[in-house]
């Protein structure tokens, strides 16, 4: 027989070359992709098309203006709203990190038989409603709080601290409690999937229990750490029940003029405006704290 | 008198009365060892029987129960294991994930505080010793088995320890690979001149690359010795079938004098054979033991000084070699007899009668 050589496979229509598995997988993703550009995709681009817009009373003027744009970032009491807001979110998420971790690293590490237990304890708290553990640290810090009460009692103060409740001090204490248990988790998996024999191994080359966890633990488990951290960042940026409830005037978040545009203002393309600054803002942030907590890892190994 | 101990022969581990329990668990009962300084010692047992848990005493992983270890004369005991003399290539081999080959092999060097230049001199050396010079800025999930292998005993071999420690490292490779890094490790040790403790429950992996190799069963050391002492002499039945087959005779004793005893055993008559080591006199039975290969069979006319007769019941086609199943009248259990397929042994019908050839020599008593 002769040499039939192999003749290339005639050229198909782009859309008919995709192999099976690939169609498979686009169909299979296509609900999660119709659901996300219907309530995710979508309503951010109205968001971003009212923030270009102006608003008079109940009717929209749809010419293209940057106005809002300008009063959202030079207006003194957006900008300091804003920059409360990133502060609080900022601290917060710090402060739930730093807290979570050594827990995590007690349930992982020293947890035994009991890690499942223990993780159970932790999530007792939210088997309450978010406004019922709020209302909870108002009776807390509140002027004749359990706080005061309790510090008078002992003679450390000899009048009730009046800076506990309604202030962003109150709001970052809320908010370090409401978010613990949402650092804790990624941090205890990534904790979970380290290699115990690699501390072995950093042992056996000669690194004590310090210089050991600090090049291979943390490193390692900086994927958790930067999961918790954005976990906590993302959403406290924008929450805006914890300062309306126990922030006082002193510590309204940006969410609380957010929703006032949206709702008495009317004034929608500044709320759009004000929404759209403030994600690319905490986007910035969230981009930033990794990359600093990265080279922070890269450089103390 | 003047001691001569030659630097070849000076002690770098001693372990006495060594003991570990985990709970009521007794891993390790009474361990007692020497290694020598430079010598590729093997630890060698089944499953369970307390080779990690050892080597991890040695590299300072847990503590003893009972009983002291020294390495180079000095006791480890209380010393944790980031400040002894030993290095481990783990099982898993441990490779850091989150740095590169050179930051692996590096890890250990940098507490040491060397200049920049002293390190990178070492680093490079350890990696091409074990020839991964081209692979330095890989990661560690770039890497195949074996070069994964490789960077652990680079990064182990870079601290120039004393002994180094192997758990089963040659265990996750696959067989062609395995044969080949076992050469390699044979020569690196003679290279580096490093004390090697390797653990494997590979019989023919301790036999083929160690100086010396000590057997393990139930946390006891059942007997120490060289490759083809302890293959030729096995002290009982359980290392003998540990290190391959072997026929098992019952014989009785008949005379005992200072090393050897001289025994009865059907099939084989009268036959001497050294006493094995730790042998205690306990009554007049005993086993005799003979690897099938040391049986030769005899074709046609070929006439031996010392040979038995018997019947093939059954054949094993091994590729390179045949094994024979052969039942001798007055014998307990067939022999098995292990031919090379040469002369034909393969062909040899099941059911024929079969003379085998044998040397007296071959014969060794075994305490159980
Ligand atoms: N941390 C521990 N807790 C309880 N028992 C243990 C522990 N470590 C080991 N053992 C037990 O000690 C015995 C010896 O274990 P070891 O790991 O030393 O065996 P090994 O000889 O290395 O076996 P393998 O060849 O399977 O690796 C086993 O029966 C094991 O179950
Ligand atoms: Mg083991």
Known sequence: ?301 | MLDTVSAASKPMIEISGLRKSFGNFEALKSISLNVQEGEFFSLLGPSGCGKTTLLRLLAGFGEQTAGTIAIDGQDMTGRPANRRPTNMVFQSYAIFPHMNVEENVGYGLKRLKLDRQEEQRRVREALDRVELGALGKRRANELSGGQRQRVALARALVMRPKVLLLDEPLSALDKKLREQMQVELRHLQKAVGITFILVTHDQYEALALSDRVAIMFDGQVAQVGTPKDIYQNPVSRKVADFLGGMNFVDAEIAEENGVSLTLDAAGFGRVRAPKPQGYQSMGRQITLGIRPERLRVLWDDDQAEHQIGGQVIDRHYFGEVTQLIVEIPGFKAPLAVTETNDFGADDIPVGSAIRLAYDPDALVAMND
């Open chain 1, 1 to 301: 027989m002769p040499f039939a050589g192999t003749r290339p496979p005639a050229r198909r229509p782009r859309w008919k070359r995709l192999d099976p598995e690939e169609v498979r997988g686009i169909r299979l993703l296509s609900p999660t992709f119709l659901y996300t550009l219907a309530f995710l995709v979508g309503p951010v681009l109205l968001v971003v098309a009212y923030s270009f817009w102006t608003q008079t009373y109940l009717t929209f003027d749809h010419t293209f203006t940057l106005e809002n744009y300008r009063v959202a970032l030079t207006e003194p009491i957006y900008r300091d709203l804003l920059m409360r807001s990133l502060y609080i979110s900022f601290i917060v998420s710090l402060v739930t990190v730093i807290f979570a971790y050594p827990i995590a690293y007690y349930i992982s590490f020293h947890g035994g038989s009991r890690k499942s237990l223990l993780l159970f304890l932790i999530t007792i708290p939210f088997w309450t409603g978010y406004l019922l553990r709020v209302m909870a640290w108002k009776v807390i810090l509140g002027y004749k709080g359990v706080l005061n009460t309790g510090l008078i009692g002992l003679g450390i103060v000899d009048k009730p601290l009046e800076s506990l409740l309604f202030s962003s001090t109150a709001v970052i204490i809320t908010l370090i409690h409401a978010w613990a248990v949402f650092a804790i988790l990624p941090i205890y998996v990534s904790l979970e999937k380290l290699d115990r024999s690699l501390l072995e191994a950093a042992t056996d080359l000669g690194d004590g229990p310090v210089r050991r966890f600090l090049r291979v633990t943390l490193p390692l488990s900086m994927p958790g750490i930067i999961g918790a951290l954005l976990i906590v960042m993302i959403p406290t940026v924008g929450d805006f029940v914890t300062p309306k409830l126990v922030g006082g005037t002193e510590g309204q978040m940006i969410a609380n003029a957010i929703q006032i545009q949206f709702g008495k203002a009317s004034n929608w393309p500044l709320g759009s405006a004000l929404t759209i600054t403030t994600m690319m803002i905490v986007t910035l942030m969230a981009g930033a704290s990794v990359l600093v907590l990265r080279s922070l890892v890269r450089w103390m190994r």
